[in-house]
Structure formats: structure tokens, C-alpha cells
């Protein structure tokens, strides 16, 4: 059956039945234990004082009974819904997307793709800065129309209907919506799942792609002690901390690229569950009303277990010059559209040498002493100019 082509006006309009049963479901949570805060001497390590077995109780409890009695979920419906959003159905599924031009008609088009466990929130405080340039006090001529698409599987796109969702597919479906909306050239940029995405935007569509700009370049060892040899000690530096992360802090991808649903019926149900599952990442760094409003969006759409299974599905991407994609029949080859990085002070550290093994064409690389992970909301000043910076050179 051929796709349904059409892009339907898109309204957020959360049922009032639907928030009250959150607030009666947080009022009525089982709360579980944890160590005594007396109980002994941490490890030494990274990890923040209280976090060392994860998601402490007491952040929860506090973000929790914010959620219940102050949160407003009307106002974050009626900042979305101040921006045009619309969805269409490409490749079997919906997609969600929010489509902000810019008043400058020579515009560059750039799609953003978020990360887990955010949202299209990620990029709430960009939108504005990167849409109309001149009434922020910067040159027009740096402006973009925005296309911000919901992964599909993720937060208003709804669940996903069938297996193979991974960035390859999503990276289809995006040229595919650019196509769609009468974008010949555009450019797009990620952070997060997004900086796994966006560079396969530019591997499906070169001939359409100016530019791909992102966070993080996941360019890891692929195991060849000659590889290892070739880094700095900086980028050896790099290498352990990435292995340290993925080994004590990566307990969410283990679970979702191996057995996703085992996690999701808790999720389903215990909006609490979900909060604590999604601050692993998020943090006490972050203002817990950005965090409340991307965990809000998916306990409203329930998908909790769709997103995690994007992780099942693109969990044998490797190594680009080794094999191909296990559940796929992807081969990986380096990328040849012009690369851009802003990689920020708390957040995965790029590592150079490895990233110019996957990616022969990276053209701008740039490092920020502040900003973490979620840069478009901790640092969006930064990430904002690097955007136009890197575009600029290309369009």
C-alpha cells in the first residue's frame, strides 16, 4: 500500500481526564528504598556524591512532587503549540513534526533531530535564535527554516508499528520529509540519537545535503591495537572515559538494545518509574522543568517502550569498515558530506582521530569549556552561533 502523502495541521490538546489520572497515579506512589546516606564511604570516581547506585530517591521525590502539584503542562502544550506542527505518514508511520520558517526567504532548511530521553522540547530555546536571526541582534543572512521532527517511535509521533526502526530508516524518512516539504538543499543536525542520525540524512541524500552538524561524533576504538597506537595520549584519555560510561553509566542502552520491553510495562505504568529511567541521563544539571516537560510528553503518548526499541534496532551498527548493520543490510562506509562539530565541556568527548576514520570530510570542529549534553537548552548561545558558523561556510 503506497504511503498517504499528506501533511495534516498538527494541535497538542492533552484530555484534562489524562492529567488527572498523573496526579492521582504520583499521590498514590510506592516509593522504593536505597542505602542509608551513613551506609559507608563512596568510590571514588566521577559519579556525583549520591548517584553512585543511580537515580537517587530523594531527586526523584522532589522532581515528583513538583509534577504533582505545580508542574504546568498547559503552559509547556501552549508554548508547542505556538509553533506550526503538523504529521504525516512516511514509510508505514507517523511522523510529527513541528515546521517553523523563517521571516528571511533565503533561509537555509535544516532539520534537528532530538535524542532519548528528550523530545522536540530539546529544541525549544534554539527556535527562536536560529529562525529570525535579525530580531535576536545577528545577521539575517545566518537564518534557517526549521523542520523538528519527532523520532518516529518517540513522543507525538506515537509508537512504532513495526521492527527496522533504526537511524538508517529514520535517516530515509527524513530526506523523505524534506522532500516532501519542497526542500531541494537543506542541512541537518542532531544531538544525541540525532548525532546518530543526521550524518546517515547526508549518506541517503547527498545530492540534497549542504551540511551535517552535531554534538558528538560516537566514533569509538574498533578494537585494532595499530588504531589505538595511532591516538594521543589525550584521545587515549578520551577512549577510557567513553569505556567508563559505557560500563557504569550505560545501564539504559544495555537494557534497551537487548530485551527493551522488560523495562517498558514498568514505564507503562509508574509515571515515577519513568521519571527515575529518564533522569539517569538528565540530571540534577538540568532545570527540572525542561526535564518534567520531555518525561511529561512521553507518559502522555506512552512510549516508552517504542523509543527504547530503537536502541534493539540499531544496536549492531559497528564499526563502518568491518561489517554490516546485523539487523539490517546496511553497509557502513565513511560519510563524504561536510561535517561540523560542537562538542561541549560535560558531555561525550569526540575523539578526532577516530572520527576522520568514519567520516572523510569534516571541515569544522570545535570544543566549548561549558555546556553538557543537552547543549541547544544548557548552552543554546554557543550551539546557536556554531550553527551559523558551520553553515555559513557551506551554503
Avoid: C
Wanted: hydrophobic content about 40%; overall charge negative.
Amino acid at each position: 500500500m503506497a504511503d498517504n502523502t499528506a501533511i495534516v495541521p498538527f494541535r497538542i490538546d492533552v484530555p484534562q481526564a489524562e492529567l488527572d489520572d498523573l496526579v492521582d497515579r504520583l499521590a498514590r506512589t510506592r516509593w522504593t528504598e536505597e542505602l542509608p546516606a551513613d551506609a559507608g564511604a563512596a568510590p571514588a570516581g566521577p559519579v556525583p556524591p549520591g548517584w553512585e547506585y543511580g537515580v537517587p530517591l530523594g531527586y526523584v521525590r522532589r522532581l515528583a512532587e513538583r509534577w504533582r502539584t505545580t508542574y504546568d503542562w498547559r503552559a509547556w502544550e501552549a508554548r508547542l503549540n505556538a509553533y506550526p506542527q503538523f504529521t504525516t505518514e512516511i514509510d508505514g508511520q507517523t511522523v510529527h513534526f513541528l515546521h517553523v520558517r523563517s521571516p528571511e526567504p533565503d533561509a537555509v532548511p535544516l532539520i534537528l533531530t532530538h535524542g532519548w530521553p528528550t523530545t522536540v522540547v530539546e529544541w525549544l530555546d534554539v527556535i527562536g535564535p536560529l529562525t529570525d536571526p535579525r530580531a535576536h541582534g545577528a545577521d539575517p543572512a545566518a537564518a534557517f527554516h526549521l523542520v523538528i521532527p519527532s523520532l518516529p517511535g518517540f513522543g507525538f509521533s506515537g509508537p512504532s508499528r513495526e521492527r527496522g526502526w533504526n537511524r538508517f530508516r529514520v535517516a530515509r524518512a527524513w530526506a523523505g520529509l524534506m522532500r516532501r516539504l519542497g526542500y531541494d538543499r537543506y542541512g541537518a543536525a542532531g544531538n544525541d540519537l540525532g548525532a546518530f542520525v543526521s550524518p546517515e540524512v547526508g549518506r541517503a541524500a547527498p545530492e540534497h545535503v549542504i551540511g551535517v552538524h552535531v554534538s558528538q561524533v560516537f566514533s569509538l576504538p574498533s578494537g585494532d591495537a595499530d588504531e589505538l597506537a595511532t591516538l594521543s595520549e589525550e584521545e587515549r584519555g578520551k577512549v577510557a572515559f567513553a569505556d567508563w560510561f559505557v560500563r557504569r553509566r550505560g545501564g539504559y542502552d544495555k537494557l534497551h538494545s537487548t530485551e527493551p520491553q522488560n523495562v517498558a510495562h514498568a514505564l507503562a505504568d509508574s509515571p515515577v518509574g519513568l521519571l527515575g529511567w529518564a533522569a539517569q541521563l538528565m540530571g540534577e544539571q538540568l532545570d527540572p522543568e525542561y526535564v518534567l516537560a520531555n518525561v511529561m510528553i512521553y507518559w502522555l503518548t506512552n512510549t516508552a517502550a517504542s523509543s527504547a526499541r530503537f536502541y534493539y534496532e540499531d544496536a549492531e551498527v559497528v564499526h563502518p569498515t568491518q561489517k554490516v548493520n546485523g539487523r539490517g543490510t546496511e553497509r557502513l562506509e565513511p560519510t563524504t558530506v561536510p561535517l561540523g562539530l560542537a562538542n561541549f565541556a560535560w558531555d561525550f568527548q569526540s575523539i578526532r582521530t577516530l572520527a576522520e576514520r568514519d567520516h572523510k570530510n569534516i571541515v569544522s570542529w570545535h570544543t566549548y569549556d561549558r555546556g553538557g549534553h543537552f547543549a541547544a537548552h544548557e548552552a543554546p548561545d554557543l550551539l546557536v552561533a556554531d550553527l551559523r558558523r558551520f553553515f555559513a561556510t557551506l551554503s
